[in-house]
């Protein structure tokens, strides 16, 4: 069997989807925890807000320096190192605030551990499916990327059931256990064969990359996709219980877990339908309805609706990232890593943007309706993106 795993490349696709369910773990489980940081260590919105700013921006940090060290240890390394520091990030979630002298420090570090092995991640991932011998590489990364949508279902899931069994008061050991996804795939990622994304030495250099015009609107739509997606996803449960002001329950199952399903939903339809749905037109009419289920959140009168738009809001984002990294394959089939690296380093940024924007306004003390309804720029910023990037038969307007 070992042997077997060392040649089928369809054991390093279902490592990569582990890959991606870690990588949902470190985004979304600190989320679903927030109001009993509040509670436990009295901490504001401010600097709960500071979590996921750190979280994404040390993602972001670990993007950049991947244009350069990646290639360097292989990837092989880079995806047993991410897990690596998912793994003690989230034992680190459930220990460093108790044990340190600053309980807020104690998040901060074990944020900044499994942020790491995130940013690794995000890097990692793709370009490894990418490389493997398959067919429809559209399908493909969409299925991939569908995974970190059932990851979240299962995060929000599993947390809703343990609090219900075992009280919220035991979150710490929830945090612990969840350490355990990205220990096993450690060994797993030690086994699987791993394709290089183009041959050694044939990667378009950092200055080719950057003198086309085409990778910078890339660029902003992996902004506008991270940002479009964490926004909502990052501040729905608390969105639900703090506005809405339903249980913490339906605030989880209604918010959070309605909106991964549905992203996973879209992104395994598109998967199977690819073929039959030109990309940057589902991306467009995704834009547009993303635009309208921020406003029917930020607006309604209704929780029942505002929870809808929540929830659909999954449905609309759910292309957008695994899209734009597939455009970029596609129009830039040189890029390598760098290009990899460079786009998971916008698409962090949008992550962090996103939900900070949200959270920033809500404590200037207009709200978390107020502050969805600012977020609406990121979709709108996306479908102008997807207009630079139209023309006659999906051609770029923007030129090389």
């Not at 075992?166 to 030690?190: C, E, M, Q």
């Not at 598109?270 to 995704?286: E, Q, R």
């Amino acid at each position: 069997m070992k042997e077997k795993k060392k040649e089928n490349y369809q054991h390093t696709i279902y490592a990569c989807y582990i890959g991606y369910i870690t990588q949902a773990i470190v985004n979304n489980l600190a989320p679903l925890l927030f109001l009993l940081f509040r509670r436990d260590f009295h901490i504001g919105l401010d600097q709960i807000t500071l979590l996921t700013t750190v979280n994404f921006l040390v993602q972001l940090l670990v993007d950049l320096a991947s244009v350069k060290f990646v290639d360097k240890i292989g990837y092989r390394a880079s995806a047993v190192l991410a897990h690596v520091m998912a793994m003690f990030g989230l034992l680190g979630l459930a220990v460093f605030p108790r044990f340190l002298g600053s309980s807020y420090v104690g998040l901060l570090l074990a944020v900044i551990c499994y942020a790491i092995g995130g940013g690794l991640t995000e890097v990692i991932i793709s370009p490894i499916v990418e490389a493997c011998p398959t067919e429809k590489k559209e399908a493909a990364m969409s299925l991939l990327h569908s995974f970190y949508c059932w990851g979240q279902v299962l995060v929000v899931a599993l947390t809703t059931v343990f609090f219900h069994v075992f009280g919220t008061d035991k979150w710490y050991l929830l945090a612990a256990l969840w350490s355990i996804v990205p220990f096993l795939n450690i060994f797993y990622f030690l086994q699987v064969p791993i394709y290089p994304i183009v041959a050694e030495h044939e990667g378009l250099p950092l200055r080719e990359l950057f003198r086309q015009k085409i990778f910078w609107v890339l660029m902003l739509l992996m902004v506008c996709a991270g940002a479009s997606e964490l926004g909502m996803s990052q501040w729905a449960s608390a969105f639900a219980e703090s506005a809405l002001h339903v249980s913490k329950t339906v605030g989880d199952l209604a918010g959070p877990c309605a909106f991964a399903v549905l992203m996973g939903t879209a992104r395994a339809v598109f998967g199977k339908y690819s073929d039959y749905l030109p990309l940057k037109t589902a991306m467009g009419v995704c834009a547009v309805l993303c635009t309208g289920c921020y406003l029917l959140a930020a607006l309604a009168a209704s929780p029942v609706f505002a929870l809808v738009g929540c929830a659909v809001c999954g449905l609309s984002v759910g292309i957008f990232w695994p899209g734009t990294f597939s455009m970029a394959a596609k129009t830039i089939p040189g890029g390598g890593t760098a290009m990899f690296a460079l786009m998971a380093l916008a698409g962090d940024l949008g992550c962090s943007s996103g939900p900070t924007v949200i959270g920033f306004v809500a404590e200037a003390g207009t709200g978390l309706k107020s502050a969805l309804l600012a977020a609406v720029v990121f979709p709108v910023l996306l479908l102008v993106g997807l207009m630079l990037l139209g023309g006659k038969k999906g051609e770029s307007i923007v030129g090389d």
